[in-house]
């Protein structure tokens, strides 16, 4: 693989998360990706204008499920690439599926693609393009799985770290020594300590030749099944049947050719309420009215998020989340809503 022409990547944006965290705003019918929750851009839209900068319109693809497609049209009726999903099944079907129909439509073993969660937000887009840019350069001179690491801020616990190994033969990427799972308080300082370990983004960059290697190599009977199936009238029963796994379980945590890339960039994984409120805060102790109109009172660090005619008062309370949406009502304290998706499948199974 030589040197690549400018704007010549792929980009993939996975788009068919059911985004329950962020209920009731979010729901099934109307997720996560679709909402303006940090801007005036839905999700999605953003991680789009975001891919623009790396390449052009006919080379951006998004993965979907199939119940959200005339959503996804309405969204971005400029895209040409689709890869709809019968059902979600993880990122590593999602990841499959996708190289698979892509290569199928025309796109060649040795094309590049980048691949991102559509639920990003990224306050540094300069930088950001830069280190693509990188990582998609590496990615095409040998056949790597590349991910990029974010440099830490504080010891977070709600994401997954990566540690780095021996540098590559690239300046600035090393080879993946481990991936760790969400560690606790503890561990998280550690790794911020150490100087070794990065957030785990969920950005990849590989060629399809290279990710479809690593499918044979490391889960060959989901590569037989959706091989067969791409692009035919049994992809739905299929599909249904594919193991669902996280793509770092499935090939990132196995194969040996995996190299990450710190990324000193701002960088929010948009994953809960209150990633929202630390997005949005200019401290920890503001009380924000997303929408509606709130009164507080002896609060502080409370997040409203209401119908633009719902009065809220707030008295009392700190660090509380307060969401109603299409008459559902949530009030949680911003380091419980992890457990809202137990609320979604309670009211929305």
């Not at 300069?126 to 440099?151: C, M, N, P, Y």
Request: proline letters at 5%; a negative charge.
């Amino acid at each position: 693989m030589g040197a690549l022409p400018a704007k010549s990547a792929l980009c993939l944006i996975m788009a068919g998360g059911s985004g329950t965290r962020f209920w009731p705003l979010s729901q099934k019918h109307y997720p996560k990706q679709f909402l303006k929750l940090v801007g005036k851009q839905s999700l999605l839209r953003a991680t789009y204008d975001r891919c623009l900068q790396l390449t052009t319109p006919e080379r951006i693809a998004i993965c979907g499920l199939e119940a959200h497609r005339t959503l996804l049209a309405e969204e971005l009726p400029e895209i040409q690439n689709w890869v709809m999903e019968p059902q979600g099944r993880n990122t590593a079907a999602c990841v499959l599926l996708s190289a698979l129909s892509l290569q199928a439509g025309g796109f060649s073993p040795e094309t590049v693609m980048a691949v991102f969660p559509a639920d990003h937000h990224v306050g540094t887009p300069d930088r950001w393009l830069e280190l693509l840019e990188k990582a998609i350069h590496f990615a095409g001179s040998q056949e790597a799985l590349v991910t990029l690491g974010i440099h830490p801020t504080k010891p977070h616990t709600g994401y997954g770290y990566i540690e780095k190994g021996k540098s590559s033969n690239a300046e600035g990427v090393f080879e993946v020594s481990r991936f760790v799972e969400k560690p606790d308080e503890a561990r998280a300082q550690s790794f911020l300590a150490s100087g070794n370990f990065f957030w785990n983004s969920g950005i990849f960059v590989w060629s399809l030749q290279a990710i479809l290697s690593a499918f044979e190599k490391w889960q060959p009977e989901m590569l037989a099944q959706l091989s067969a199936a791409v692009n035919s009238d049994t992809v739905n029963s299929v599909y249904a049947q594919v193991p669902s796994l996280p793509i770092d379980k499935a090939i990132m945590e196995k194969a040996d050719n995996v190299y990450v890339l710190p990324a000193d960039i701002e960088w929010t994984d948009l994953g809960s309420w209150n990633a929202v409120y630390e997005q949005l805060a200019s401290s920890e102790k503001e009380n924000l009215s997303v929408s509606g109109e709130a009164f507080f009172s002896e609060s502080q660090g409370c997040l409203v998020q209401v119908p633009p005619t719902t009065k809220v008062a707030v008295i009392g309370l700190e660090n509380v989340v307060v969401v109603e949406h299409d008459g559902r009502l949530l009030i949680t304290r911003r380091d419980r809503d992890q457990k809202v998706k137990e609320a979604a499948e309670r009211f929305d199974p």
